[in-house]
């Protein structure tokens, strides 16, 4: 179909009064701040009325599906690859692999796609959609579906499972051993797999990611770069890095978000699913009874890692300009010297010394969320981990995100980032930083 515009209606994950619009064009979808500029446009012509609001068309809508053309086009792709010698058309004869949908719209995955094929689906989860979520929120990153999945892939001996998100642009795994496959882990398996048949190539991250995942990149070869958080920053990063000329396959963020230059760049979480699976058969076929965890058993984790929010006490118009303040006022600190030890990013994105690209474009992205990475180091300058401060792109609050291969080393972050930036800055009068005290307070902790 040649179009110029798609609308696409989602749910995402979250709650049912949330639901929104998503905006794509030949080149790929909006970033935030694109979507706004359209929005701010839309409300002031119409709170205007400098344009007439009709609901007349001058031609009847068609009515496509485009669930079960999509649903062929990725058994069409399993099916090539795989190119099962045996069973071609029902290259999953023989393996179980269980769904958990949610309750959102990746049921078709199940019986369009993985039935089709020959799987076995019996013990898929929650495959009927429902936006009330009665179950669980559909969220690869969440703990009780994830748990939920794990438990039905033991107790089916399945040989994978499945998480989606509502929307079906997110997904999570779990191996033959009960494995949680999300994060860190999810980015790392992808990598493995991509740069197989791309060696040598790019990896863009959201740069929450772990330094063991910088490791587990290079060591194969790959180049490791990190981002700003924002699915779509990711994604447009890898975009510009392919145009100038750095192969750039895969751009994933630590939600589950990740898109692949093969596949127009889109978040596709069934498309990430499709790569996984495919590489699952073909290690049996090659003779290997390890499942797909076996790809990242090498992958470090780090000893401890946390996530803070601090609610922005503000009227809802005014709360963005103050997430904003807080987080340049914490850059300020750091560029001063004021937290002892504390080093912002050295290249704008990330610190890593081997693998990463820094970040040269004449033309940097519109920023959606201000934010800022920091690595911390102790009194003996020695490596105590990393602290990432952001806005909030959907909600009124700023997360802090951090990590340490040192035990209490993210006790120790938080309290001098309450003792040395929060409270003496005077940001504790605009964040709620309830969560930061508590966490500092906790005893015993390394």
Same mark, same amino acid.
């Given at each position: ?159 994978? $499972? *499945? ?7 997110? !997904? +999570?795994?779990?191996?033959? =051993?009960? &494995?949680?496959?999300?994060? %860190? ?59 100038? $000329? *750095? ?7 630590? !939600? +589950?978000?990740?898109?692949? =230059?093969? &596949?127009?760049?889109?978040? %596709? ?170 966490y500092a307070r906790i005893e015993n902790m390394g």
């Amino acid at each position: 179909m040649r179009l110029n515009v798609v609308l696409q209606m989602t749910a995402s994950h979250l709650p049912y009064t949330r639901n929104g619009l998503k905006f794509f064009t030949k080149k790929g979808g909006l970033t935030s701040p694109e979507v706004e500029q359209i929005c701010d446009k839309a409300a002031r012509k119409y709170a205007n009325r400098l344009t007439k609001v009709s609901t007349m068309l001058k031609s009847p809508p068609k009515k496509v599906d485009f669930i079960s053309a999509y649903a062929k086009h990725l058994r069409e792709i399993i099916k090539e690859r795989v190119n099962h010698p045996v069973h071609y058309d029902t290259p999953l004869k023989g393996f179980q692999i269980i769904v958990n949908a949610g309750n959102g719209s990746g049921g078709f995955f199940t019986w369009d796609v993985l039935d089709k094929l020959g799987a076995d689906t019996f013990g898929s989860l929650h495959l009927n959609p429902d936006g009330m979520f009665p179950n669980h929120i559909p969220n690869p990153e969440d703990k009780t579906a994830m748990a939920l999945t794990r438990a039905a892939v033991l107790e089916n001996s399945a040989d994978l $499972g *499945i998480v989606f998100d509502t929307d079906v642009d997110r !997904s +999570g795994v779990v191996d033959n =051993k009960g &494995n949680p496959i999300n994060g %860190d882990k999810l980015i790392a398996l992808m990598s493995a797999i991509v740069l197989k048949e791309h060696p040598g190539a790019t990896i863009v991250t959201d740069a929450r990611t772990s330094m063991a995942l910088t490791r587990f990149i290079t060591d194969r070869g790959g180049h490791h770069c990190l981002y700003r958080v924002g699915y779509r920053n990711v994604i447009d990063k890898g975009v510009q890095l392919n145009e100038d $000329g *750095i192969e750039t396959h895969l751009m994933m963020e630590t !939600s +589950g978000h990740g898109a692949l =230059k093969e &596949n127009y760049f889109l978040d %596709d979480g069934a498309y990430m699913v499709v790569k996984i699976i495919i590489e699952m058969v073909c290690m049996k076929l090659s003779g290997s009874d390890e499942g797909i965890g076996s790809l990242i058993k090498d992958l470090d984790e780090p000893l401890e890692s946390i996530e803070l929010r601090m609610s922005i006490i503000s009227e809802p118009k005014y709360a963005k300009a103050r997430g904003t303040e807080a987080i340049e006022v914490f850059r300020s600190y750091v560029e001063e010297g004021q937290l002892e030890g504390w080093e912002l990013d050295s290249c704008g994105d990330c610190w890593v010394s081997e693998g990463c690209l820094v970040d040269s474009n004449d033309s940097p992205a519109a920023i959606d969320a201000h934010m800022y990475r920091a690595k911390v180091s102790n009194e003996k300058n020695e490596e105590l981990g990393w602290v990432h401060i952001r806005q909030s792109i959907h909600n009124p609050n700023i997360a802090v995100n951090m990590q340490s291969s040192v035990a209490g080393g993210c006790q120790q972050m938080t309290r001098v980032l309450r003792d040395k930036f929060l409270l003496p800055s005077g940001m504790d009068e605009i964040l709620d930083i309830s969560q930061v005290e508590k966490y500092a307070r906790i005893e015993n902790m390394g």
